[in-house]
């Protein structure tokens, strides 16, 4: 892939930021995290853009892009420390519209209109993604419970993994069915997430087992989008108050060891850049397996953490306040380290072609 946009991918990342900067303020993203409840204006304001159906097809009402496009919405919203369930529904909808063995275009349409929002519930008590012990029995009844479900409740739709007389698949389950409970959980990011009960909920097929190993990719490439924007504001911001805060006499800036630091985070902000957008490109054209997206998954997860703590020890005591908006990245950049498998996790996925020929992106 061309590291560079096209110039219609460039005017879509500038659109994007330009309406998020006016729309998104930093004061209400305070308020939400403090209420625990996910940016219901900016939502609507997303779907009336259109972003919602902006890798889906034209015929869904969609933008009949990609997942580059779909990566800088998403890379977009994490500058702003946006609440809403991007990664989600981008992921879930990918997922309906390219992998699903039945007619989603309803569903589809629903989710480009604002009338479906759609979260995967993927994970159990285990925290593996290949073990799913929730099953579907032959009335297509659901009973299990599912861990870490990112805007559970603000989700029409929940996208879960299951065992059925088909074997392992993906069911579709709506959110308002009595059969399903959730449980609010606190999470690093401070976004909204729960422990999901599903006891009896009726649950429609629409994927098979590889579907399941295919919504994992989708979701760790685009969650990679969501890290680089955290790494790229920490890294703005830091910037911006090294050249602006003088001590003995001179800006930080000018000093060669704040050089050195901020030189470390500007290459890691870098690579992971080229990173995100080589592999959603490569898993556009089917050039990306799990095996590369892990590997692009474990280097920004271990690197915003790294990226960040560098920015608050650059920012002394001011980046030990809440006033400051830096934190903002490192809570979310650490939580999303976290999500959709670990760099541990990736790691351990990776290993599994040890002994395999090197590929590369």
């Not at 590291?3 to 309406?19: A, C, K, N, V």
């Not at 009726?202 to 969501?226: E, I, Y």
């Amino acid at each position: 892939m061309n590291p560079d946009f096209t110039e219609t991918q460039g005017l879509l990342q500038h659109s994007i930021r330009q309406y998020l900067e006016a729309e998104v303020g930093f004061a209400r993203i305070r308020e939400l995290e403090e209420k625990r409840e996910p940016d219901q204006k900016l939502w609507s304001g997303m779907v009336s853009q259109g972003w919602l159906g902006i890798a889906l097809p034209e015929a869904v009402g969609g933008g009949d892009a990609g997942l580059v496009e779909a990566g800088i919405l998403v890379h977009e919203l994490a500058r702003r420390a946006a609440i809403v369930p991007a990664v989600e529904v981008m992921a879930s909808a990918v997922l309906l519209a390219r992998h699903a063995k039945s007619d989603e275009s309803a569903l589809l349409k629903a989710i480009v209109d604002g009338r479906a929002i759609v979260a995967p519930a993927l994970l159990e008590a285990e925290d593996d993604f290949a073990r799913t012990a929730a099953v579907v029995d032959g009335a297509g009844k659901l009973r299990g419970e599912k861990h870490y479900v990112d805007y559970a409740d603000f989700a029409t739709h929940h996208l879960v993994s299951a065992v059925g007389p088909e074997g392992l698949g993906l069911y579709v389950v709506e959110r308002r069915d009595a059969a399903v409970e959730s449980e609010p959980l606190r999470c690093t990011g401070r976004t909204p997430q729960s422990l999901v009960r599903y006891a009896g909920a009726t649950a429609r097929r629409v994927a098979d087992a590889a579907a399941v190993a295919t919504l994992v990719d989708l979701g760790r490439a685009l969650v990679s989008a969501q890290i680089l924007g955290c790494m790229e504001v920490a890294l703005e911001q830091t910037v911006a108050y090294t050249n602006v805060r003088v001590q003995f006499g001179q800006p930080l800036a000018t000093f060669q060891a704040v050089q050195h630091h901020a030189a470390n985070m500007a290459m890691a902000v870098e690579s992971a850049r080229f990173m995100v957008y080589e592999a959603l490109d490569a898993l556009e054209n089917g050039r990306g397996d799990s095996h590369d997206i892990a590997v692009l998954k474990a280097f920004v997860s271990r690197a915003v953490p790294e990226v960040t703590m560098l920015a608050h020890q650059l920012h002394g005591g001011q980046g030990l306040i809440e006033e400051n908006d830096l934190y903002f990245f490192t809570v979310r950049g650490k939580d999303r380290a976290l999500a959709w498998g670990s760099a541990e996790e990736c790691l351990d996925r990776i290993a599994q072609e040890i002994e395999s020929a090197p590929r590369w992106l």
